[in-house]
Each structure stands twice: as C-alpha cells, then as structure tokens.
C-alpha cells in the first residue's frame, strides 16, 4: 500500500521559486518511479518530469527544462519538486505519483502510474 502527499504549494510571484514536496508512506518508495503532473483548470493533466527508482536519471517536459529540478532522498521516503522563473501560465494543480514500471526509466504516461497523491495548488501571480 502506498500514499502520496504533496505539500509546498501556495502562491508565487512570477519569476519567483517555490519547491514541493510528495512524502510516501509504504515499504516500496525506493522502488518506485515518481512522476509530477500538473493540471490547470480546463485544460488536460501534463508530464512535467520525472526521476527514476535509483535517483540517477531524470527528465523533463520541454517546457520547464533548466528551471525545474526533481529529485528524491529515499531515507526520507520523499520526493522534490524545485521550480524556479515561474510564469502565470504554470498555475496548476501540481501531483506526485509513483509506479513500479518494469523499465529502468521512469515513463511520462499518466495511464502508467499506479498511485496519486491528492493535488497542490500552485499560483503565480502577474
């Protein structure tokens, strides 16, 4: 059994920086992927980029590479997501979420993730 909780959100200015967090419970983290989507109000939840079980691989989506930084420490069953020159367009419903997909990288699919964390909203003011 696994559960996500993100924590962090909360309102930016543009420009400004902001970290989350997604603190797992459950024996299986270290084997885990972890992906963050986001997911702005009428629009489709979007990768944003992922890190894969041993920590040594991550990726993102193109549009927030070089400003966004996800990484992980296992011995605190957490993962990061660092965001920084953040824009109004970013505003969301960030979430963490986990799968043991078999591959040594973690996928960007959301239909491949097996557990949700329940969402943080970030805002970003102009």
């Known amino acids: 059994q696994v559960q996500l909780v993100e924590s962090g959100g909360g309102l930016v200015q543009t420009g400004g920086s902001l970290r989350l967090s997604c603190a797992a419970s459950?024996?299986?983290?270290?084997?885990?992927?972890m992906g963050w989507f986001r997911q702005a109000p009428g629009k489709e939840r979007e990768f944003v980029g992922a890190?894969?079980?041993?920590?040594?691989?991550?990726y993102y989506a193109d549009s927030v590479k070089g400003r966004f930084t996800i990484s992980r420490d296992n011995a605190k069953n957490t993962v990061y997501l660092e965001m920084s020159n953040l824009k109004p367009e970013e505003t969301a419903v960030y979430c963490c979420?986990?799968?043991?997909?078999?591959?040594?990288?973690?996928?960007?699919?959301?239909?491949?993730?097996?557990?949700w964390g329940q969402g943080n909203q970030v805002t970003v003011s102009a």
């Open positions: 890190i894969n079980r041993s920590g040594g691989s991550t």
């Open positions: 979420a986990s799968t043991e997909f078999p591959g040594r990288l973690a996928p960007r699919r959301s239909s491949e993730y097996d557990y």
């Open positions: 459950g024996r299986i983290f270290s084997s885990s992927h």
